[in-house]
T-cell receptor, first 118, second 111 residues
Framework: GAGVSQSPSNKVTEKGKDVELRCDPI?????LYWYRQSLGQGLEFLIY????????KSGLPSDRFSAERTGGSVSTLTIQRTQQEDSAVYLC????????????????FGAGSRLTVL | GNSVTQMEGPVTLSEEAFLTINCTYT??????LFWYVQYPGEGLQLLLK?????DKGSNKGFEATYRKETTSFHLEKGSVQVSDSAVYFC??????????FGTGTRLQVTL
């Protein structure tokens, strides 16, 4: 597609429920990233995919969080047994290539999925 | 590990005022440096970047110079407009694959 598409744009859920957030990156972008933006916080890195593999998942805050990517394209971030502290905007970004300090790693961000856990 | 420190906002300026948003970093190796901007209701977008020491990134009247000696990448604009009101994020990428962001600085420009 023309840009990075995320869905849903807004999600309200009850504590303890599972949620799935979807990211459709720019066609041809091999690298895909998930970030979390909480109120008053910066952007917190969650996980990075190169193709379908996740060489860096160091930012996932707990084992309730998981992500997968299929076909080198769409990615799903799943949060199980949601807690109120999971409330945030979840941002997905993609780039042509990941890794290195060449400056080629320019990320294009989606508009985000706002998650509210009641 | 890598980290980015930005001045806290909000920054409130009158239109046509001079803008500086400070950014300093800690990193191993030789990172690339970026400024991203988030306009109200929109996603993050790249504003400018610099990939090596003494490089100057520029876009839309904004500039930032990669200063290795002071580990800084301050954002400047000579004359801000109301349309520049947004949240500005300083970021770096090093040998790791991910961008490390600062906490963001909200800019509010008034008439």
């Amino acid at each position: 597609g023309a840009g990075v598409s995320q869905s849903p744009s807004n999600k309200v859920t009850e504590k303890g429920k599972d949620v799935e957030l979807r990211c459709d990156p720019i066609s041809g972008h091999t690298a895909l990233y998930w970030y979390r933006q909480s109120l008053g916080q910066g952007l917190e890195f969650l996980i990075y995919f190169q193709g379908n593999s996740a060489p860096d998942k160091s930012g996932l805050p707990s084992d309730r969080f998981s992500a997968e990517r299929t076909g080198g394209s769409v990615s799903t971030l799943t949060i199980q047994r949601t807690q109120q502290e999971d409330s945030a905007v979840y941002l997905c970004a993609s780039s042509l290539a990941g890794g290195g300090a060449s400056g080629a790693n320019v990320l294009t961000f989606g508009a985000g999925s706002r998650l509210t856990v009641l | 590990g890598n980290s980015v420190t930005q001045m806290e906002g909000p920054v409130t300026l009158s239109e046509e005022a001079f803008l500086t948003i400070n950014c300093t970093y800690t990193a191993t190796g030789y990172p690339s440096l970026f400024w991203y901007v988030q306009y109200p209701g929109e996603g993050l977008q790249l504003l400018l970047k610099a990939t090596k020491a003494d490089d100057k990134g520029s876009n839309k009247g904004f500039e930032a110079t990669y200063r290795k000696e002071t580990t800084s990448f301050h954002l400047e604009k000579g004359s801000v407009q109301v349309s520049d009101s947004a949240v500005y994020f300083c970021a770096l990428t090093g040998t790791a694959s991910k961008l490390t962001f600062g906490t963001g600085t909200r800019l509010q420009v008034t008439l």
